[in-house]
């Protein structure tokens, strides 16, 4: 019998997308595997109750170096990216901009380090290429899509530099200090990260910290995290950046040198495939990539498709549980400042570490990583979707409750909620195959394999497969975003949530 | 405006990078070790190692701490690191890695190195001198993905053992990382058996950090060659002739039982690198080295 109801695109997408999640669901692993997860919780939450400061200088030290890489990292990505986005029409340049931002800064990292090893530029370049690139991209944005009507009032033997200062930047000023303030706040989460992988920063403290299960400075050093990017905005100050960057080489100088030998030998030894270097048969070249192939990349593929797929609809999921508990339409102010809290917690841990935590308590299944990604990511767009809620006017006879969510707010909200979501997607396959250096078997778990068995070449042709796999999910997002007529708003002045949609 | 500013602060801290790379040779000896155990007291355990050997040697020594082996592997390498204290199998690999390093000394109890499989009391597995064939549809810990007594050798017997490979043989195979952590994990039940240096094992269990209520050693491998300092081939070049040997007596000098605490070994005696074949052609078996 055919109805005449008929169901919208977005509603026909979204079943297909939970389909694929319980479908994939079926192919992943979710035990929980310790035998005592929740006293080992217990001892964490303990934890919090006596943070630890008796490390203070180490810890002191930890944060100065994850600010000074931070900021170095993110100046130097915008200034690059910022002539890169005058450019940015050129098709080669924004081809390997994806390309670049498909790799996740760790891998960037675990790249640098074999260059240049301990040196300051590892943890430099780790965040600066990646961010380089990203700003580019959202730079160019913003300068095609701003205001151009200015141009009209100006002379034509203006040059291109001062039509470009007089003409547009006053207009864009705006957007690009509210973007590059955020991503700043990126940075010191890209930062902290990296000490997961050797680098001073704050992750290096807090991975041997929770490696012996020394919860108290664990929550030292997360506390006074959540406090450093609480006050962002007091202590970023356009007039103190430049203090910043003078001080910062200072920070995070070390006396390790980089050797032009080490470089030469990387691109030249190092990354090229074993077979060649060998000077192997072309059938025992095939049966070496083969082996790759069907022994690490494809399972890293699965595992990291299937990842994403549960993450990203459970996120999804979070978002439409997360978004009422900060909407007025909802809470009294009492219990939207709880719900405040709430998500910024959430937002702040870097998933990468928030995944860390729930792998030691339970094991590494894909459950902590699957958890830790739809927490993170559900706060992030539940937030933004609770303030869009805010600017639904409801007639003074609305239901309440359940019928207000469902009849009133969810209908209004659903567009901007999957325009959010599928921007998340591409951000969430990067971190699902980064997560795998924690021991889940996607594919950053074989590259981190691979880097430990200091078989370069097969790390790289497994980075190169991650990249593509990324910039394929982002066309497909933004296949999507066309195909359902979803945007979103994308005034950066008004606010940070264009930026925090698209990281 | 801002940009020039950008450009110009990004400049001098290039250049101030610069500065360190192109400052002449290295005058300080850098060591380093892998990060086997204890991760926070990494500084602390290598530390007055430094001072003992920049006393003995006569130049400035400093001991870096280093996140994984395969980090330690890359600084010695990229000669940011010219002494190292590696595993067997990490060892190995640095001096394939770089021509002319040499092992130099290695710990009494190295000869004669061993690992345990250690299982929780929950699987009922129980100590036997025969190969206990019950862990296999286990949870598995390895220590570190590039450890020798952790990965390696475990690796090896248990295939050897099993005619099968890991992946076949157990529910879940793992990584904890270091040997601590192996054991903290398999006495939680988060795995139901590990495989764990030796040394690490005893050491913590004086130190009362076992709960042999819950975990205990199911088998010891045989013996191998395990842990050995190694010193790159070049650095008699920068400190002067007979320089190797001269850290190699030191070592072997070192009789402070507090400072050998930390290895721990109970003193150091000569090694080359001849003495790690064995660790070679095992590696080579199971696909760890081409």
């Known amino acids: ?503 | 405006m801002k940009l020039k500013l950008f450009l110009s602060l990004l400049f001098s801290a290039l250049i101030l990078f610069s500065n360190v790379a192109l400052s002449a040779t290295p005058k300080t000896l850098v060591f380093s070790a892998i990060p086997d155990q204890d991760e926070t007291r990494l500084k602390q355990r290598f530390d007055d190692i430094a001072k003992y050997l920049e006393q003995k040697l006569g130049v400035p020594v400093k001991y870096v701490p280093v996140k994984s082996y395969a980090a330690v592997i890359t600084a010695f390498r990229n000669n940011q690191v010219q002494l190292a204290w590696f595993g067997g199998l990490s060892g190995v690999q640095a001096r394939l890695k770089v021509p002319g390093s040499q092992a130099i000394a290695q710990g009494i109890e190295d000869t004669k190195f061993r690992t345990y499989i250690i299982a929780n009391h929950s699987t009922g597995l129980k100590p036997s001198d025969k190969f206990p064939t019950g862990i296999a549809g286990k949870t598995f810990t390895f220590g570190s993905k590039g450890s020798t007594s952790g990965r390696l050798m475990p690796q090896y017997y248990i295939e050897k053992h099993m005619h099968k490979k890991v992946g076949d043989i157990f529910k879940r195979v793992g990584f904890s990382g270091n040997h601590s952590k192996t054991i903290a994990l398999v006495q939680s039940g988060a795995y139901e058996v590990g495989a764990v240096n030796y040394q690490v094992w005893e050491k913590e269990l004086k130190e009362g950090k076992i709960d042999t209520s819950k975990v205990s050693v199911i088998w010891k491998t045989p013996t191998y060659p395990d842990y050995q300092w190694t010193i790159r081939g070049d650095v008699d070049k920068v400190w002067g002739k007979g320089f190797t040997d001269k850290v190699k007596k030191a070592l072997l000098e070192l009789k402070d039982p507090e400072l050998l605490a930390r290895f721990p070994r109970s003193g150091f005696i000569e090694a080359k690198n001849s003495d790690y074949q064995p660790i070679l052609d095992t590696a080579k078996s199971i696909g760890l080295i081409d």
């Open chain 1, 1 to 503: 019998m055919d109805s005449v109801y008929k169901h919208s695109r977005a509603w026909k997408v979204s079943w297909l997308f939970v389909l694929l999640a319980g479908f994939s669901l079926f192919f992943s692993d979710i035990e929980i595997i310790s035998l005592e997860p929740w006293q080992e919780l217990k001892r964490l939450f303990l934890g919090l109750l006596t943070p630890d400061w008796s490390n203070f200088s180490e810890i002191i030290q930890a944060f100065l170096q994850t600010l000074a890489f931070a900021i170095l990292g993110v100046a130097g990505g915008s200034a690059v990216g910022f002539l890169l986005a005058q450019i940015f029409h050129w098709r080669w340049i924004q081809i390997s901009c994806a390309f670049i931002r498909a790799i996740h800064e760790l891998f960037w990292a675990l790249i640098f380090l074999q260059i240049f090893g301990l040196h300051p530029l590892t943890g430099l370049l780790a965040i600066g290429l990646p961010y380089a690139a990203t700003f580019a991209k959202v730079y160019a944005e913003i300068l095609e899509e701003g205001d151009k009507s200015a141009l009209q009032a100006i002379s034509r033997n203006a040059s291109t530099i001062s039509t470009f200062f007089y003409a547009r930047l006053p207009d864009l000023w705006e957007h690009f200090k509210t973007y590059t303030s955020y991503r700043l706040e990126c940075g010191l989460r890209s930062s902290a990260i990296l000490g997961f992988v050797g680098l001073p920063t704050l992750g290096y403290t807090l991975s041997s910290a929770f490696m012996e299960g020394h919860y108290s400075v664990v929550w030292a050093l997360l506390l006074l995290f959540y406090l450093l990017i609480a006050t962002i905005r007091y202590w970023v100050r356009p007039a103190l950046l430049p203090v910043y960057i003078i001080a910062a080489p200072f920070i995070v100088a070390n006396d390790s040198t980089i050797s032009f030998d080490n470089v030469q030998r990387f691109f030249t030894e190092d990354i090229i495939p074993a077979p060649i270097m060998r000077g192997d048969s072309l059938s025992e070249s095939w049966h070496w990539l083969s082996d790759l192939l069907v022994n690490q990349a494809l399972p890293g593929i699965a595992n990291t498709v299937v990842l994403t797929q549960i993450a990203l609809v459970a996120s999804g999921i979070l978002t439409l549980l997360f978004f009422p508990l900060i909407s007025s339409h909802f809470f009294k102010p009492v219990g939207r400042t709880l719900g405040h809290v709430l998500l910024v917690i959430l937002r702040t841990t870097p998933e990468y570490i928030l995944a860390y935590i729930l792998l030691q308590l339970w094991g590494p299944s894909m459950l902590p990583a699957i958890v830790a990604l739809a927490l993170h990511n559900g706060a992030i767009i539940g937030h933004l979707i609770g303030r869009y809620s805010l600017e639904i006017q409801l007639r003074a006879d609305a239901g309440r409750g359940l019928n207000r969510y469902f009849y009133e707010l969810l209908p209004r909200l659903y567009g901007q909620f999957l325009a959010f979501l599928f921007y998340r997607w591409e951000i969430i396959m990067r971190e699902s195959a980064i997560l795998g250096i924690l021991g889940i078997a996607t594919l950053g778990f074989y590259i981190d394999s691979s880097i430990q068995e200091l078989h370069f070449d097969k790390a790289m042709i497994l980075i190169f497969i991650t990249a593509l796999l990324n910039v394929l999910v982002d066309a497909l997002s933004r296949y999507l975003r066309a195909k359902l007529r979803l945007t979103t708003n994308v005034d950066c002045r008004a606010s940070n949530d264009y930026c925090t949609a698209r990281e």
